[in-house]
């Protein structure tokens, strides 16, 4: 199984600055790793995949990068929205055993 | 617009079998670019893959759940099912369905539905 670890847990951020999270797999994922958004009560939201695709929607303040086994997510300028929990996850191998990470929060500095 | 809908009890017993339905509308369970997806997420934990059904039958489960665990398709209904079997207070979580684009990830979600295991 690939275990997929993120840091930092917390991320305390004041608005409008950069947030950059980070993504680590155990062995290369090459660039088959999404990134998801989650806050309180809500389902998770696809931002990207393909490491650094943009979903359907998203704004493009959200960018990725990476490949095999390291991984950025950074938010350009938080907005109060983007204040949430972020998963990293992994699907390499089609059809793939799936991991997700353990999620970083966002929070308000 | 794609949307998914989980069904099913709210509270299952110790040693029995949570059985949930995720109904989808707005398109077709039988499209080859899509695999039908269960995740769930203990309280104030993070993501867990359960599994996943391709709308011909084949079924990917994880392997920590696989002895446990059976995800069955209806194509006729549009309509895919989640039994986890011998359940305990551990399998307590909010269970969600969810479309996985081949090579892509999950791009839509269900609300999901909270199951507690309790006596």
């Known amino acids: 199984e690939i275990v997929m670890t993120q840091s930092p847990a917390t991320l305390s951020v004041s608005p409008g600055e950069r947030a950059t999270l980070s993504c680590r797999a155990s062995?290369?994922?090459?660039?088959?790793l999404a990134w998801y958004q989650q806050k309180p009560g809500q389902a998770p939201r696809l931002l990207i995949y393909?490491?650094?695709t943009r979903a359907t929607g998203i704004p493009a303040r959200f960018s990725g990068s990476g490949s095999g086994t390291e991984f950025t997510l950074t938010i350009s300028s938080l907005q109060s929205e983007d204040f949430a929990v972020y998963y990293c996850?992994?699907?390499?191998?089609?059809?793939?055993?799936?991991?997700f990470g353990g999620g970083t929060k966002v929070e308000i500095k | 617009q794609v949307q998914l809908q989980e069904s099913g009890p709210g509270l299952v017993k110790p040693s029995q079998t949570l059985s949930l339905t995720c109904t989808v509308s707005?398109?077709?369970?039988?499209?080859?670019?899509?695999?039908w997806s269960w995740i769930r997420q203990p309280p104030g934990k993070g993501l867990e893959w359960i599994g996943y059904?391709?709308?011909?039958?084949?079924?990917y489960y994880n392997p920590s759940l696989k002895s446990r665990v059976t995800i069955s398709v209806d194509t006729s209904k549009n309509q895919f099912s989640l039994k986890l079997s011998s359940v305990t207070a551990a399998d307590t979580a909010v269970y969600y369905c969810?479309?996985?684009?081949?090579?892509?990830?999950?791009?839509?979600w269900g609300q999901g539905t909270l199951v507690t295991v309790s006596s």
């Open positions: 969810a479309r996985l684009k081949i090579y892509s990830g999950f791009d839509y």
């Open positions: 707005g398109g077709s369970i039988s499209s080859g670019d899509y695999y």
């Open positions: 059904i391709y709308y011909s039958g084949s079924t």
């Open positions: 062995q290369s994922v090459s660039s088959n």
């Open positions: 393909g490491a650094s």
């Open positions: 996850q992994q699907y390499n191998n089609w059809p793939p055993v799936l991991t």
